[in-house]
């Protein structure tokens, strides 16, 4: 573990990382995950697309403009969501059409990149970054990819005279799916995903954007108020994960112990096996079902953000608000 200790993402995006002055840590983000250096040129609306309170506790997000006028939305998502592939639709929606003002032709939208930060589990793939892009292939020959002609491709190409495409004209998404990243950190996304699940930043990193991090996103270098707010919370998402762990340690034991009973009661070592085996998953399902309710209540009680209940519990801010 290196000596300095830096700010975690999730709460730099909140309160460091929307000014502009230190966007050259997004800037370094968005540049590894697209390949090809980025310069925001202007932090837009932050919020312009959560029109509900509990979008406004569950997730963060940044819009950007690049010096190509390209759009670029940075969302941190901080707990589970119920319909999250359709949110990240209805944001990349909202950017698409909000670049229009009435009258204007359709030239003027540009290409809108959406990178969402998970700090839940997402999916079942064994992989910790996905990247997703509309193409159009052919129906009777799936091999067949529309391209544009040289006319259509001139009509449309943007003002960096770089070739386009029909996929390059629709929106991408990146989902970093940060509890998966379990490797030893070798590239410039490998050590991205070291500093956003550990918070962890070599001190010779020449990846784009952590050396930024390193200077804006340095404990020491706070000021005495925002370390006060820091250390507060930190302490709450400590004391939340400490009432989850407890929660899953005691639904697991709760389960051995049913499966144990009921492999005895077989009186065959086959049964025990299964019973063991039947009854941690049973008792994990059910401690977790009975527990996360009651601690989601603690948690509420002493006032632990709403977003923090969601993350650790695994119920909804909706949910959580109803007990």
Same mark, same amino acid.
């Given at each position: 573990m290196w000596d300095n200790e830096y700010i975690p993402f999730d709460w730099a995006i909140r309160r460091i990382l929307r000014d502009k002055a230190n966007s050259g840590v997004l800037e370094g983000l968005m540049t %590894?995950?697209?390949?090809?250096?980025?310069k925001i040129v202007e932090i837009l609306e932050s919020e312009s697309n959560q +029109?509900? @309170?509990?979008? $406004?506790?569950n997730r963060v997000d940044v819009k950007a403009k690049m010096s190509d006028g390209e759009i670029v939305i940075v969302e941190v998502q901080l707990g589970r969501e119920r319909h999250f592939m359709q949110r990240i639709l209805f944001g990349v929606s909202k950017a698409v059409t909000e670049q229009l003002q009435v009258k204007? +032709?359709?030239e003027n939208i540009r290409k809108v990149y959406s990178i969402s930060v998970l700090y839940f589990d997402l999916g079942s793939g064994d992989d910790y970054v996905y990247h997703g892009k509309t193409t159009f292939k052919g129906m009777n020959n799936p091999d067949s990819v529309l391209q544009f !002609?040289? @006319?259509?491709?001139?009509? %449309?190409? +943007? +003002?960096t005279k770089r070739p386009v495409s029909p996929d390059e004209v629709y929106p991408e998404y990146f989902l970093l799916r940060v509890n998966q990243f379990n490797a030893v950190a070798?590239?410039?996304?490998?050590?991205?995903?070291?500093y956003l699940k550990d918070g962890i930043i070599k001190p010779d990193t020449t990846t784009p954007g952590l050396q930024e991090a @390193?200077? $804006?996103l340095d404990y020491m270098k706070m000021t005495p108020q925002e370390r006060h707010a820091y250390e507060d919370y930190m302490v709450s998402v400590h004391a939340a994960k400490d009432v989850y762990d407890t929660a899953?340690?005691?639904g697991r034991a709760e389960g051995r112990a049913e499966g144990l009973a009921k492999g005895l009661a077989k009186g065959r070592a086959e049964g025990r096996a299964e019973g063991r085996a039947e009854g941690e998953a049973r008792g994990i399902a059910k401690g977790r079902e009975e527990e996360r309710r009651e601690n989601a209540r603690r948690m509420k009680k002493d006032n632990m953000p709403a977003e923090l209940?969601?993350?650790? !519990?695994?119920?909804? %801010?909706?949910?959580?608000?109803k007990l």
């Open positions: %590894v995950l697209l390949g090809q250096p980025v +029109d509900s @309170r509990e979008d $406004k506790y204007q +032709d359709y !002609t040289p @006319r259509e491709e001139a009509i %449309v190409k +943007d +003002d070798k590239t410039p996304i490998e050590e991205w995903f070291e @390193r200077e $804006k899953v340690a005691e209940i969601a993350k650790y !519990t695994g119920l909804t %801010v909706e949910d959580i608000e």
